[in-house]
């Protein structure tokens, strides 16, 4: 059985950070796509960074230069570290992960809530 359980969200002001974590199991991490996605309340749930099998990452161009996505195969965990917030990040995030054979994620966690104040 597949779970994806995500941790590390909070409230952080403006210009702070937040780190992260996806614990993934049931699944080879390893040639897995992992993947982070938000969703802002009224707003169509969003691709923020994406860590490919080979180690290759990808980026929405709103977190470009200030989100870092990263894993530890040997922990099956993937993070997401968050620098210079800003309130247009609010939102909850998701953990997703993606096997080859799929277009689409075929695994989802269950969110952390991210808030960032003014």
């Known amino acids: 059985q597949v779970q994806l359980v995500e941790s590390g969200g909070g409230l952080v002001q403006a210009g702070g950070s937040l780190r992260l974590s996806c614990a993934a199991s049931?699944?080879?991490?390893?040639?897995?796509?992992m993947s982070w996605y938000r969703q802002a309340p009224g707003k169509q749930r969003e691709l923020v960074a994406s860590?490919?099998?080979?180690?290759?990452?990808n980026y929405a161009d709103s977190v470009k230069g200030r989100f870092t996505i990263s894993r530890d195969v040997a922990k099956n965990t993937v993070y997401l570290q968050m620098n210079g917030l800003k309130p247009e990040d609010t939102a909850v995030y998701y953990c997703?992960?993606?096997?080859?054979?799929?277009?689409?994620?075929?695994?989802w966690g269950q969110g952390t809530q991210v808030t960032v104040s003014s």
């Open positions: 997703a992960a993606r096997n080859a054979a799929s277009i689409r994620p075929n695994y």
């Open positions: 860590i490919f099998s080979g180690g290759t990452t």
């Open positions: 049931g699944i080879i991490f390893r040639i897995t796509t």
